[in-house]
Antibody, heavy 120, light 113 residues
């Protein structure tokens, strides 16, 4: 199992960022994808989850309205798009595979992380 | 949201000794009909993504050494490292996946004394 994320991004305040997470080594549609972020020197923050089976999503309330999670089953890739960026969004963004496709599961494999820096 | 509170924030233990980390949830994460606690523990070493150690509060993930164990139910949980090894130096997080958002504890930094 491998999750390979896209490279580091630098964005200006107010812009959007789109991070990709390409999965391999397992049946993509069998496990959901969770997105978690970690600000420098801080803990883990759960952002949301997407079913790779039917595209259902669950977002953390604090990101509602500016986050979109999608998948492309033809390329086994999940995407996280976050808009209206502020400096508080500067963080390492991780994708992670759930143990099932129902959302109520821990994450057993993680991507390497994508550093997003928001700076004017 | 369910608030996860870990204690202590940091812990220094001698090599070969036992380390115990606690995690308390603001409401029960026990799904009664399944008799399962929706609680996981992760280990994060510097510069690495988190690694799943324990899920369902006490089930060890494949490949995790048996010196790691999880216990507890309802709102109170414990991660125990029975005999600390040098490679166990890391930050440990608990997470509830009972309800959205699947919140994490603030982390406990485990060091060698």
């Amino acid at each position: 199992v491998q999750l390979v994320q896209s490279g580091a991004e630098v964005k200006k305040p107010g812009a959007s960022v789109k991070v990709s997470c390409k999965a391999s080594g397992y049946i993509f549609s069998s496990s959901g994808i969770t997105w978690v972020r970690q600000a420098p020197g801080h803990g883990l923050e759960w952002m949301g989850w997407i079913s790779t089976y039917n595209g259902n999503t669950n977002y953390a309330q604090r990101f509602q309205g500016r986050v979109t999670m999608t998948t492309d089953t033809s390329t086994n890739t999940a995407y996280l798009e976050l808009g209206s960026l502020t400096s508080d969004d500067s963080a390492l963004y991780y994708c992670a595979r759930g143990k099932n496709n129902y959302g109520d599961s821990p994450c057993d494999h993680w991507g390497q992380g994508t550093l997003v820096t928001v700076s004017s | 949201d369910i608030v996860m509170t870990q204690s202590p924030d940091s812990l220094a233990v001698s090599l070969g000794e036992r380390a115990t980390i606690n995690c308390k949830s603001s409401q029960s994460v026990l799904y009664s009909s399944h008799n399962k606690n929706y609680l996981a523990w992760y280990q994060q070493k510097p510069g690495q993504p988190p690694k799943l150690l324990i899920y369902w509060a006490s089930t060890r993930e494949s490949g995790v050494p048996d010196r790691f164990s999880g216990s507890g139910s309802g709102t109170d949980f414990t991660l125990t490292v029975s005999s600390l090894q040098a490679e166990d130096v890391a930050v440990y997080y608990c997470q509830q996946y009972y309800t959205v958002p699947n919140t994490f504890g603030q982390g406990t930094k485990l060091e060698i004394k």
